[in-house]
C-alpha cells in the first residue's frame, strides 16, 4: 500500500477510517457520543467539521484542516510541520479512542486500519456530494431504510437551530439554504458518482 498525502493546512478533506480488519469500532450506543467528543477535544483546535457519520465498523467527515496561523495563535509553542503536527493529531484521536476500547472491553491492540482516508475536496461540486455521500452511508449499508433515521448522522443537525460543534452556517451558505440540501439529499449519489472523493469505500 503507497502511502497517503500528507495533511496540509487550510485544505478541505473528505476523512474516512473503519475498524482493523473490518472489526466494529462502537460496541454499545454509548461509544459513538463517546467518539464524538474525542473528536472535537483532539480535532476541532486543527480543523473545521461540517458532517459527519458514524456506523458500526467505519465512520466518515467533511473538514477544513484550519490555516498555520489560525492554529499556532492558540499555542504556546510553535508546532511541528503539517503533515507531522496534523497527522498526529488524528493519530492522537484514534489512539484515545482505541485505549478506551480495548479497557472496557478487554481487547488489545490496534482497533483502526492504517493509515486513515482522507482525500481533497476542491470545488463547490464535490462539497455538495461528499456530505450528501457522507450521510445516505446508513442507508447505503443497509442499517436503516431511510438514512434520515440514522442517529449517528449530521444530517438533522444541520436542519435544526440547536448549538453545535458543527459549522452549520457555512453548509447552508454552500447549498444556499435548506430548501437546496433538502433536494441535493434526495439525489443518491452512486459509487461511480464517488469514486472522485471516497476511494475506498468501506462495507
Known amino acids: 500500500m503507497t502511502s497517503p498525502s500528507p495533511l496540509l493546512y487550510d485544505t478541505y478533506y473528505h476523512i474516512y477510517n473503519r475498524g482493523n480488519n473490518r472489526e466494529n469500532i462502537f460496541i454499545q450506543e454509548r461509544n459513538y457520543e463517546y467518539f464524538l ?7 476541532a483546535p486543527i480543523a473545521e467539521t461540517f458532517a459527519y457519520c458514524l456506523l458500526r465498523n467505519h465512520f466518515h467527515v467533511l473538514l477544513r484542516t484550519r490555516a498555520e496561523e489560525e492554529i499556532t495563535e492558540t ?10 503536527y496534523l497527522s498526529q493529531q488524528f493519530s492522537n ?6 485505549k478506551a476500547i480495548n ?4 481487547r488489545t491492540g490496534s482497533l483502526f486500519q492504517h493509515p486513515f482516508g482522507r482525500v481533497p475536496v476542491t470545488t463547490d ?8 455521500y457522507i450521510h445516505q452511508n446508513p442507508q447505503k449499508h443497509g442499517f436503516v431504510k431511510d438514512f434520515r433515521e440514522w ?3 449530521s444530517y438533522g443537525i444541520i436542519l435544526v437551530e440547536k448549538p453545535t460543534k458543527l459549522r452549520r452556517d457555512v453548509v447552508l451558505d454552500w447549498f444556499g439554504g ?9 439525489q443518491w449519489v452512486t459509487d461511480a458518482n464517488a469514486k472522485w472523493f471516497a476511494e475506498d469505500d468501506y462495507d
Do not use: C, D
Not at 179 to 186: I, K, T, V
Open 37 to 43: 467528543n474525542l473528536y472535537f477535544k483532539y480535532i
Open 75 to 84: 499555542l504556546t509553542r510553535k508546532p511541528l510541520g503539517a503533515e507531522q
Open 93 to 98: 484521536f484514534f489512539n484515545a479512542y482505541a
Open 103 to 106: 479497557k472496557a472491553y478487554g
Open 125 to 132: 461540486r464535490q462539497f455538495w456530494n461528499v456530505i450528501a
Open 151 to 153: 442517529k449517528w448522522s
Open 178 to 186: 435548506k430548501e437546496s440540501y433538502l433536494e441535493m439529499h434526495q
